[in-house]
């Protein structure tokens, strides 16, 4: 009797899904532990393994909206495993044999892309003009005698645009569903106001040039900006508590740990992992935390746990060269810590000007919890933390 396969319970919120993907195709013989499908929630993307050997069937579409409890395959286990492919033997020429190369025939060399029909002669400068762009002469109008070619032609053709749809529609993945509703939500729930600073790098960026080989040497991973930044943000929500905290109902829930979420990036959306107790962290655990959880994301295998519990979120634009934001806050949470590039701009130093790596920091809070005062306060523990380390050694 065959099997069924039912979605699986993915989070006690989470009733649907999307069948994201087949792994495997209808009718082809599945083993124990082989990926059958993904699904696609609002929240994460799961994979689901067969959990018997036998054939399998499909009963739903890919890009299906399924339940959990839903049966979406099933698999036949009464049916013959397919036999081992047996390789036909290798046959040796004899010893004696003398094999004859088989004779290649020179490949005639292809023609330049600048050749001009043979009705149409080409000046050296339309010549050179179309080599460097790739233009095909013979789409080109001449306006000369004749037809001919000139050289402003050449320079201000330009090739027709290829043909296709005006426009294209597929629809919204439950994932960027639910980040387009959280983040219309965090506008129209909260008071949302971002204020900005600026961060030397120097410091922190020769300390961690002078260090870095042997934190290579010593952990096997680099020392990255993003876990100095999380001790930063620890430096900072340490010295202004009102920014750990959150609003529920009438209440303001003050958080006494550090949990904090890693914006990162993927191909489906942004995922926002949280890295557990970072005050209690070393760099290298952080830095490694970190990158387990980029691995987990972009090959779909976060979990519901992994995004839960944060009371704040640090997004790095800077990786894709934002020079400045004002980035959407993670409710129920008050703030977001956003970063940028680091760029060289010329800054006065003891009425001086000098040329500094500079990196803008934006934090956005919600107003009706945090004050501006508060949120100027924690920006400025921040920058003294990354442009003087040690400050936190010294507990100022």
Not at 18 to 23: D, E, H, K, P, S
Request: proline share 8%; charged share 20%; hydrophobic share 40%.
């Amino acid at each position: 009797m065959p099997i069924d396969i039912k979605v699986p319970s993915v989070g006690e919120s989470i009733t649907t899904g999307v069948l994201g993907a087949w792994r495997k195709n209808a009718g082809e013989y599945v083993r124990s532990g082989d990926v059958l499908f993904e699904i696609e929630t609002d929240k994460v993307t799961s994979e689901v393994y067969a959990e018997s050997d036998g054939t399998l069937e499909h009963l739903v579409e890919q890009g299906a909206e399924v339940k959990v409890g839903q049966v979406v395959a099933r698999i036949d286990e009464q049916s013959p495993a397919p036999a081992p492919e047996e390789k036909p033997p290798e046959t040796k020429p004899p010893a004696e044999a003398h094999v004859t190369p088989p004779v290649v025939k020179p490949t005639p060399a292809p023609s330049a892309p600048s050749a001009a029909p043979k009705d149409i002669p080409l000046s050296p400068a339309v010549r050179r003009v179309i080599s460097e762009t790739g233009a095909n002469p013979t789409e080109i109008p001449g306006s000369g005698k004749g037809g001919r070619i000139l050289k402003s032609d050449a320079v201000d053709f330009t090739p027709k645009a290829a043909t296709g749809p005006r426009t294209t529609r597929k629809k919204m993945t439950p994932l960027r569903r639910k980040i387009a509703d959280r983040l219309v939500s965090s506008q129209q729930e909260t008071a949302s106001l971002t204020t900005f600073n600026e961060i030397n790098m120097s410091n922190i960026m020769a300390l961690r040039s002078r260090f870095q080989d042997r934190f290579v040497e010593k952990h096997g991973l680099k020392l990255g900006f993003m876990s100095l930044f999380l001790k930063a943000t620890v430096y900072a929500l340490g010295r202004v508590p009102a920014v750990n905290a959150s609003i529920s109902g009438d209440e303001i829930v003050e958080n006494n740990f550090f949990d904090i979420g890693v914006a990162i990036s993927t191909e489906k959306g942004l995922l926002v992992p949280v890295v557990r107790n970072v005050d209690l962290l070393s760099l290298a655990a952080i830095e490694q935390t970190i990158a387990d959880y980029a691995k987990k994301a972009r090959a779909g295998k976060i979990t519901i746990p992994d995004l839960e519990g944060g009371v704040f979120s640090v997004t790095n634009g800077g990786t894709f060269g934002s020079l400045l934001s004002t980035p959407i806050i993670n409710p129920p949470q008050s703030a977001i810590l956003g970063m940028h590039s680091i760029n060289e701009r010329p800054i006065a130093v003891n009425g001086r000007v000098e040329i500094h790596p500079m990196m803008y920091v934006a934090l956005t809070y919600d107003h009706r919890l945090v004050d501006g005062k508060q949120a100027v306060t924690f920006l400025v523990a921040l920058k003294e933390f990354i442009e003087q380390p040690g400050v936190a050694l010294l507990d100022f």
